[in-house]
């Protein structure tokens, strides 16, 4: 009978995300594909998809974000867009208003955020469950009356203009030349979620999650390892927002409302909470709904819908596929995954 | 005389208002009392409570019906609204992880917002005339008869509900099931039941608080901005009180007023997010609110 699966012999294999070189060739070939990607996309003329994966790709930084404070370590944070939107703010601020170059921009609004995460996560940590949720909450909307109170940041109007970046010479604004630079920016997220889950702050992330009596009773500094968890998980938030002020060169206030807080929320739960390939597919999943939805109604053989409608179905289609997932797989399409590899591997002798 | 007139004005305004906003926060605590149920979407239920009146009184397609039968045929709709989506959503997580339902309420909230901006399209529209509008005057001090009609209506329900879970075997059973649910099983209280009820409460509670605000500052999507405010209500008195629920809305909505004259020439705008400072600063000095139960971790 022949062999299936791949067996582990030390201890770092079993502990590697890339273990075998069977995974190591489907992980290059993969690579490959997603390269040559954009231009296969332009040949077949429809750049539409790109700007979508582009947004994707930008999404996927910000719920990974998410995905450590409310997947990994299990306080849930509604006020996700709020640091999302700092993160673009200061972005806007610091190239179009103080003309810093993007790179250090970037990097310094994601710091920003950070802090800001922090600070915010000082008071919250008290509080579990429904409490801390409803203090983020409530972070969000105080944090959407600053921006609008204070003048540099254009109050209602928002920050118009802001620069694109430019790398080597080459100007980063078509989606092409975007695509190429939110991919390696994207990849190095996964990786570093990926490991983060896998080292001893991951997993004390977890174990709070699960049990944070018990957590502490093995040592771990339940309130340290929280301001972690918010700390990086805000990193990552400004990171995208900074990424998305300069993709969209416009930040608005309204670009960044609760629903989105929301939808980021439930990828995480269609996709399983805690798993970095699971944040991935539910991103995907969420977005490519609201794609599909988007080509449908607007294809020819629809009756014209108001664009209220659409918006409205949107909602409705969102909220219906999460409640869907909550009940009937609650844990999520990467257990759905997993069973599928399992059955996979027993065949025929099944679960 | 002039010196008080202003502050005090502030004040009976904003008690009247905060009637209304307590009583509605009821709502909101009878469900989570009843089935832990941390509900978000309680504000969408206040928008479709609101808007069903309006189709049976306001809407120009409306049978010309008597404003009573009108208004009673609106809480019936509410309530079978409640028992449905309780069937439909929350019957099955009883028993499942809080977390998980929260979660659930969130799509629940994507759904009615969905339902409603497809059902009556995403414009404000006015409840016709159900309380008798126009000034009153005590005084010095001017008061709006709406206001004062909420206040009233709002006073006559909380007292009926409080009758309801102190007087009846109905609601000595619900409180109960929310002290032990497993005891209170044991005893013949069905959790099912409890729920049934516990959920019909919330949309009933929720559209008459819908109705209320809504013939003050019409009907609208808007309106599930009210969320926030009940939240900081629900916070401020306590989150399983509903003693608190009132205070917490008297508080809030004073607090409100005065800010708004106050502070708003210094700071524009600071009396909308005030609810969630106050709220805030509660949470983080006094979590359990003003009257609600201390949690006692037991490891």
Redesign the interface.
């Known amino acids: 009978m022949k062999r299936r699966g791949r067996t582990k012999t030390d201890y770092s294999q079993d502990m590697a995300l890339i273990g075998s070189t069977q995974q190591w060739v489907i992980l290059a070939i993969f690579l490959a594909l997603l390269v040559i990607l954009p231009h296969v996309l332009s040949w077949t003329h429809n750049l539409n998809w790109l700007t979508f994966i582009n947004f994707t790709a930008i999404t996927i930084i910000a719920v990974m974000g998410l995905n450590i404070i409310t997947g990994m370590a299990g306080q849930?944070s509604l006020g996700h867009a709020a640091f999302i939107m700092v993160g673009g703010y200061t972005l806007a601020i610091l190239t179009s208003n103080a003309h810093w170059p993007f790179w250090v921009a970037l990097i310094i609004s994601a710091i920003i955020t950070a802090v800001i995460g922090f600070i915010v996560a000082v008071?919250a940590i008290?509080?579990k469950?429904?409490?801390l949720?409803?203090?983020t909450?409530?972070?969000f909307?105080?944090a959407q009356?600053i921006i609008?109170?204070l003048g540099i940041t254009g109050g209602i109007h928002g920050i118009i203009g802001i620069p694109y970046p430019v790398v080597g010479g080459i100007k980063i604004n078509t989606d092409i030349n975007w695509y190429y630079l939110l991919l390696p920016v994207a990849i190095i997220c996964i990786i570093f979620s990926a490991n983060l889950s896998r080292s001893r702050t991951g997993r004390a992330f977890l174990a709070i999650r699960d049990n944070a009596?018990a957590a502490a009773s093995l040592g771990i500094n339940v309130p340290l390892t929280k301001l972690r968890a918010f700390f990086i998980g805000t990193l990552f938030a400004g990171l995208a927002g900074g990424l998305w002020a300069s993709y969209v060169s416009v930040v608005r206030l309204d670009q960044f409302t609760i629903?989105d807080s929301?939808w980021y929320?439930?990828m995480i739960?269609i996709g399983g909470g805690g798993s970095t390939a699971g944040v991935v597919m539910g991103v995907i999943f969420l977005r490519l709904i609201s794609q599909i939805l988007h080509v449908i109604s607007t294809a020819d053989w629809m009756p014209y819908l108001s664009s209220?409608?659409m918006?409205?179905?949107?909602?409705?289609?969102?909220?219906?596929?999460?409640?869907l997932f909550?009940?009937l797989q609650?844990y999520g399409l990467i257990s759905v995954w997993r069973k599928i590899k399992l059955n996979y591997k027993r065949w025929p002798f099944g679960t | 005389m002039d010196a008080l007139t202003v502050p005090l004005q502030l004040i009976l305004s904003g008690i009247l208002v905060g009637s209304v906003y307590g009583f509605i926060a009821m709502g909101f605590v009878i469900t989570y009392r009843s089935t832990q149920v941390f509900n978000m979407a309680y504000g969408q239920f206040a928008v479709l409570g609101a808007f069903i009146a309006w189709t049976f009184i306001g809407s120009p397609e409306a049978p010309r019906l008597p404003l009573p039968i009108a208004l009673f045929l609106t809480l019936v709709v509410a309530i079978l609204l409640g028992l449905v989506i309780e069937r439909l959503f929350f019957r099955r997580m009883i028993g499942r992880p809080l977390f998980a339902t929260f979660m659930l309420t969130l799509g629940l909230l994507a759904i009615l917002r969905s339902v409603v901006m497809v059902a009556w399209g995403p414009k404000s529209l006015a409840l016709a005339a159900t309380l008798p509008k126009g000034p009153v005057n005590l005084g010095d001090i001017v008061l709006a008869k709406e206001y004062l009609w909420s206040f009233c209506l709002a006073m006559v329900a909380t007292l009926a509900f409080a009758f309801f879970f102190r007087r009846t075997k109905l609601g000595l059973a619900m409180r109960a099931a929310y002290d032990n649910q497993v005891a209170a099983r044991c005893l013949g209280v069905s959790a099912e039941l409890n729920s049934q009820i516990a959920w019909a409460m919330c949309a009933l509670i929720a559209t008459i608080g819908g109705i209320l605000i809504a013939t003050v500052s019409g009907v609208s999507l808007h309106l599930s901005e009210l969320v926030m405010l009940v939240l900081a209500v629900v916070f401020i008195g306590g989150l399983d009180s509903l003693v608190g629920c009132i205070c917490g809305g008297l508080i809030l909505a004073v607090g409100t007023t005065l800010t708004s004259y106050y502070l708003n020439p210094h700071l524009p705008g600071i009396a909308t997010i005030f609810s969630m400072i106050l709220m805030l600063l509660v949470l983080l000095i006094r979590p359990s609110g003003l009257f609600g139960t201390k949690q006692i971790e037991r490891v």
């Open positions: 849930v008071p008290r509080l469950g429904f409490y949720a409803v203090v909450l409530a972070f909307f105080i009356y609008r109170s009596t629903w929301i929320l439930g739960i209220s409608i918006v409205s179905l949107n909602y409705g289609v969102y909220g219906l596929v999460i409640v909550i009940s609650p």
